[in-house]
């Protein structure tokens, strides 16, 4: 007889499976998200036009304002599975969404798993396992593959670079390679989002936290950042091609601190924010600097023009009331840290009853009728808070012992954190936390010893029970 698999091999099978199964619920044999009513911005067009045309724009007219990862990973889908239209009709977008759905899950299922192989050796297999589900089968992971947004794509590279940074260090001694690969790894998260542009910094600080110091961090580090460099170079010298400016990925920097230097923003989670900084602040300087009224069109025609003018009127913001950009610092930290747009649940929970397409309009200031809770956000809402305080004693722990593991999900969450806090923080980007929160939450289970794994059951259990009352439409 042959020997059976190792457990772990099975627990991360066993991971991948259950959380494909449940995304494919809550998707395919449901209404999925979709756009948010235009929340989602314009990422799926972008992947169209790149699959027709070849061209990150629209039609063959090149733009700055997106990074390309996401739509290129759309466009990957459109060539390879269907036959790309001369233009977006319903039918096929609707036949497209519903692909790119089921991919979106396929990538949460590995993320699952990859959580799963990553966490198993510091935390041993229960609780890895235990991590791997409240991680995929929560109800607010089961909806984000039916969103046509950079989510799932983007936490996938999240754990993949924390995963491969992990090892990386932990073998930097036997040469560059391992941290090379984590650097371009981390090249194409930068690409998706350059959130983690930054990174290197933090990097340094993980060689060391965990022991490194002198020449062989210098060079652990040196490859890290030639790696990352050299992924993300091609795109920047296409950028330049077309502005003749150095443009790392993207156009949009100031645009986003500019935003968090108008008004004071609310700390609510479930509310999206921009659109009253666009009506009531943006419209006039658009005007000044273009001569026109608003249109997409046209804040892609003169994407540079406005951005440097948004960096003026940050910066004046900042000199002249330093104290709204400050708190929408602070804002942006404690929301990221604390908070979950749990509404999202609630809202798909509403259009499986309903039949109604989601409207942006739900999400406003002031509608939160619209978005009422249920019992899946609830119990969500539950979730959250219990892994915010197993989250808060395995970090407690780690620092008061000065433990190395989570010196590198620790590090690359602040460095997240931070760059959203400096610039923009809003209703799409709460996604960001939930690996993070599940490895802190980890690391506390973990430090209660034999009541640990019985703990982690019993979150897990009531990721599963969330997720039931999601798919049931309680």
């Known amino acids: 007889m042959p020997a059976d698999p190792r457990p772990e091999l099975k627990l991360g099978l066993l991971s991948f499976l259950l959380t494909f199964a449940g995304a494919c619920c809550a998707q395919l044999a449901g209404r999925p998200l979709l756009f948010l009513g235009g929340l989602t911005d314009e990422w799926f067009g972008l992947g169209w036009n790149l699959a027709f045309h070849g061209t990150l724009g629209w039609g063959d007219e090149p733009i700055l304002l997106r990074p390309p990862g996401y739509p290129a990973f759309v466009a990957l889908l459109l060539r390879a599975f269907t036959r790309v239209p001369l233009r977006l009709t319903p039918a096929y977008t609707e036949s497209a969404a519903q692909l790119v759905s089921l991919a979106q899950a396929l990538l949460l299922a590995a993320t699952a798993a990859l959580l799963f192989a990553w966490l198993r050796r510091p935390f041993g297999n229960a609780i890895a396992f235990a991590a791997a589900l409240v991680y995929g089968l929560n109800p607010y992971s089961l909806v984000l593959p039916g969103l046509m947004h950079y989510d799932v794509l983007h936490l996938f590279l999240l754990v993949a670079g924390c995963a491969a940074l992990d090892v990386a260090i932990a073998r930097a001694e036997r040469g560059a390679g391992p941290m090379a690969a984590a650097g371009a790894l981390w090249g194409m998260a930068a690409l998706v989002r350059p959130v983690t542009l930054p990174l290197p910094l933090f990097v340094a600080a993980m060689l060391f936290a965990r022991g490194l110091r002198g020449s062989r961090a210098a060079r652990a580090l040196l490859a890290f950042c030639v790696a990352m460099a050299l992924v993300i170079a091609p795109w920047t010298l296409r950028n330049f091609r077309i502005s003749g400016r150095l443009v790392p990925v993207n156009v949009q920097g100031w645009a986003a601190v500019w935003g968090s230097t108008v008004e004071p923003l609310e700390l609510d989670a479930n509310t999206y924010q921009w659109r009253a900084i666009g009506l009531l602040h943006m419209q006039p300087l658009y005007r000044r600097v273009t001569g026109e009224d608003y249109s997409y069109l046209g804040f892609l025609k003169h994407n540079v023009a406005l951005e440097a003018a948004f960096k003026e009127a940050a910066l004046e913001n900042i000199r002249e009331r330093p104290r709204v950009y400050l708190w929408n610092v602070a804002r942006g ?135 039931a009352a999601l798919l049931l439409g309680l």
Request: charged fraction near 15%; hydrophobic fraction near 55%.
């Open 333 to 467: 930290l404690l929301g990221l840290t604390l908070q979950l747009n749990t509404s999202l649940v609630g809202v798909f929970q509403r259009i499986q009853r309903t039949g109604e397409v989601v409207s942006q309009a739900w999400f406003w200031s002031g509608a939160e009728q619209e978005r009422g809770a249920t019992l899946a956000s609830r119990t969500l809402d539950v979730l959250h808070l219990l892994l915010l305080a197993f989250a808060a004693l395995g970090l407690a722990r780690a620092i008061a012992r000065r433990e190395p593991f989570l010196a590198v999900p620790g590090l690359v969450f602040t460095c997240v954190a931070l760059a959203h806090a400096l610039t923009f923080f809003d209703f799409t980007y709460y996604y960001l936390k939930l690996p993070f929160l599940v490895v802190f939450a980890a690391s506390g289970l973990a430090s209660l010893r034999e009541r640990g794994p019985l703990l982690a059951a019993l979150l897990a259990g009531l990721a599963v029970a969330g997720s």
